[in-house]
């Protein structure tokens, strides 16, 4: 039977299929919804992992068990991640392991645009790289074979366009083998110098195994047409090429793009007369190609920078320029903002107005950094608000301490916010930090967390209390605000800001969106009371707007927070 999937959907059908027991990650555009669709297959538990690096040894810990077991992240999560997987390089298998990472050309929810196969190279672990649906549940499957054959962990790299667009999956019935045995075995998975010494020789050992996998294996394959040019390629740049250049070109499809092939590749190159690399962001293939001696066209006419298409393709390679639809005027950009009713918005109102110097981390809170609000000054890494609180007041000392804040949601707090604040309270600096506590992981879709009391699932799980977890951690002031009471807040922030000693302000209100909140019905503007004087714009509320210069507010769009009305000082907002 087939059926139309997404390929995160693909995805974890393949697991599936493939006798995956046990999955663990933590979500990240474009990964998430992989492991959100195999925790719909009873036959595999899966979880929310408090971040990337306890989701790898989860799984890490499963395979040494012998369960065939997955984790999935986004590419900055693997930098979290790697850690554990640059020695379970070393350590091996014993149920396989397959590890996704969903790569973000374009950065349409990401903080950088790293290429993940840098980080099978230094790891020295095979990487599969699937181009569409079809691919990724065949490849999630075959990775579990690979994993166990050579004895390493098999990462998969997914991209935006591949993990969220459909096309036809062939479903298959499950393949079950069981728990493998476990045996004692430290040479293999302790991990101390002396065996991992001897462990690095296995490593190359197995490179070179693989790379000659790689010359014969299926997922590496030629399609011969028109020799004048050839196109060696990957994942979805393979698509793009193909709607591109049709039959028109020969093709090199590389569906392991670590260890790469040698032989393959010189003996593609020899058969055709021009022969193009075409790859997202960095030049991988071509640098092997060319330390082949293979003389290659690729970065010089693609650049590293953002996404490949179609027309990009069509017109380095063909010279044809797609037709374009041009307008007569420029139409307004219609930027992202924080939704109606958003917890976060007063918050950072109230920071805005302070003029507070905010050290900002990952989420959609990420978003207070917009205008009109304009509230935060840096965005790192996820925890890194905190930690850089730290270090922005060690270095500015009384200047900046009653003036810097740190903002972190709930999600990002448990992800790695954590230390960063053991950090403040064991070395000591006057530091004020919010965490946005609504109630969910945001920006990835309403996902559960350990604060929420509730697992991947949706089931009573054990829930983390934020005071007391501060408290415990050495913060002797937290407080609690409700970012809808706009006084309320704002003189909790100017109150620990003038403290000297690290504080908690905990800013909780469940997100607007989920679907258990009941909001109050919509406010409404009397026109006659309005004096035009524009203040409620500051607030950045998308239900808010101006007509025949007055404030209006969309009812459709309204969940009657309040805020405005605290706002408005001629009464002009109402019930």
């Known amino acids: 039977m087939k059926k139309l999937m997404l390929g995160n959907d693909a995805f974890a059908r393949g697991l599936y299929e493939g006798g995956c027991k046990i999955a663990s990650s933590y979500p990240g555009t474009p990964s998430t919804e992989i492991t959100e669709a195999i925790a719909k297959y009873d036959e595999v538990y899966a979880e929310w992992a408090p971040n990337e690096k306890v989701a790898m040894e989860v799984a890490i810990g499963a395979s040494i068990a012998g ?45 950088n645009e790293q290429d993940s196969r840098h980080h099978a190279i230094a790891a020295k672990v095979p990487m599969l790289e699937p181009s569409d649906s079809a691919e990724c549940r065949d490849f999630a499957k075959l990775a579990y074979t690979i994993s166990e054959e050579f004895d390493a962990p098999v ?46 020789v296995v490593v190359e050992e197995r490179t070179e195994k693989l790379i000659a996998y790689a010359e014969t294996a299926p997922i590496n394959r030629v399609e011969m047409n028109d020799s004048k040019i050839g196109v060696i390629t990957s994942g979805i740049s393979y698509q793009y090429a193909k709607e591109a250049l049709g039959n028109t070109v020969s093709y090199l499809k590389l569906g392991m793009v670590n260890p790469l092939p040698a032989k393959l590749i010189t003996d593609f190159a020899a058969k055709c007369d021009t022969v193009y690399v075409i790859e997202e962001l960095d030049d991988i293939i071509e640098t092997h190609c060319k330390k082949l001696g293979v003389n290659v066209i690729g970065k010089e006419l693609f650049g590293f920078i953002g996404e490949l298409s179609q027309k990009i393709i069509a017109e380095k390679i063909l010279g044809k320029t797609a037709e374009t639809v041009t307008y007569p005027e420029e139409l307004p950009i219609r930027p992202p903002v924080m939704c109606a009713g958003c917890p976060h918005r007063g918050v950072f109102y109230a920071l805005s107005k302070n003029k507070c110097i905010v050290s900002g981390d990952i989420g959609c809170y990420t978003l207070g950094a917009a205008a009109p609000l304009c509230a935060m000054d840096s965005t790192i890494c996820m925890g890194a608000s905190i930690s850089g609180l730290h270090g922005f ?35 000591a600096t006057n530091s004020t930090v919010i965490i946005l ?17 509730k697992n991947l699932k949706g089931d009573v799980a054990a829930k983390v209390d934020l005071e007391t977890l501060c408290k415990a951690i050495g913060i002797n002031r937290v407080r609690v605000v409700d970012p809808y009471h706009l006084a309320e807040t704002e003189q909790a922030i100017l109150e620990e800001l003038s403290i000297e000693e690290p504080s908690v302000i905990i800013s909780r209100r469940p997100c607007a969106l989920l679907k258990h909140v009941k909001h109050k019905p919509a406010l409404k503007v009397n026109a006659d009371q309005c004096k035009s004087c524009k203040l409620c714009l500051k607030l950045g509320c998308p239900a808010i707007s101006m007509r025949d210069g007055k404030a ?19 009464g002009a907002i109402c019930e």
């Open 67 to 111: 369960a065939r077991s997955f984790c999935a992240m986004k590419h900055v999560g693997l930098n979290v991640a790697a850690d554990p997987l640059y020695t379970a390089a070393y350590t091996g298998v014993n149920g396989g392991l397959v590890i996704a990472v969903a790569d973000d050309p374009g950065m349409h929810s990401s903080q």
């Open 155 to 200: 990462i998969i790299r997914t991209s935006t366009r591949v993990a969220h667009s459909q096309s036809a999956v062939e479903l298959c019935d499950r393949e079950d083998n069981g728990l493998k045995a476990y045996e004692k075995n430290p040479a293999k998975f302790v991990m101390m110098p002396a065996f991992a010494k001897k462990r690095h």
């Open 393 to 427: 007041n060690k270095a500015r000392g009384a200047e900046s301490e009653q003036k810097a804040v740190a903002v972190i949601g709930d999600s990002t707090f448990m992800h790695s916010g954590m230390t960063g604040l053991v950090n403040i309270a064991y070395n």
């Open 437 to 453: 506590d609504n109630s969910i992981t945001g920006m990835t879709g309403h996902q559960q967390n350990p604060t929420t009391g």
């Open 552 to 570: 209006v507010i969309d009812h459709t769009q309204c969940v009657g927070c309040g805020i405005c009305m605290e706002q408005c000082k001629f």
